[in-house]
């Protein structure tokens, strides 16, 4: 199974950017989706989660309202469309594969499944 993150960059505050993950080896459709981040000295926090289907993604409460997260089951590809983009949304970002079917009540906290290596995200004041 490989995953792979791509889209991070440096971006000014208030500014968008869409990262992309692709995943192989398996059913990407099976499978409830999820964007993780983890800043220097910080413990690594779930940003996004969205079942197989697309249905009720669920969003920490800090990005409500700014990021968007959506996937494409015939390109085997999940998204994150980050607007208004503040400094502390400064961060590693990781795409997991995190569980069959839909995100568990624990999704934010998993350290199950497959994930990939992340994508830098800095965002400048």
């Known amino acids: 199974v490989q995953v792979v993150e791509s889209g991070g960059g440096l971006v000014q505050a208030g500014g968008s950017l869409r990262l992309s993950c692709t995943a192989s080896?398996?059913?990407?459709?099976?499978?409830?989706m999820g964007w993780f981040r983890q800043a220097p000295g910080k413990e690594r926090e779930g940003v996004s989660c969205?079942?197989?289907?697309?249905?009720?993604?669920y969003y920490t409460d800090s990005v409500k309202g700014r990021f968007t997260i959506s996937r494409d089951n015939v390109k085997n590809t999940l998204y994150l469309e980050m607007n208004s983009l503040k400094p502390e949304d400064t961060a590693m970002y990781y795409c997991?594969?995190?569980?069959?079917?839909?995100?568990?009540?624990?999704?934010?906290?998993?350290?199950?499944?497959?994930w990939g290596q992340g994508t830098q995200v800095t965002v400048s004041s």
């Open positions: 969205i079942s197989w289907s697309g249905a009720s993604p």
């Open positions: 997991a594969a995190v569980s069959r079917g839909y995100c568990s009540w624990s999704w934010a906290s998993s350290n199950s499944g497959y």
């Open positions: 080896g398996l059913t990407f459709a099976d499978y409830a």
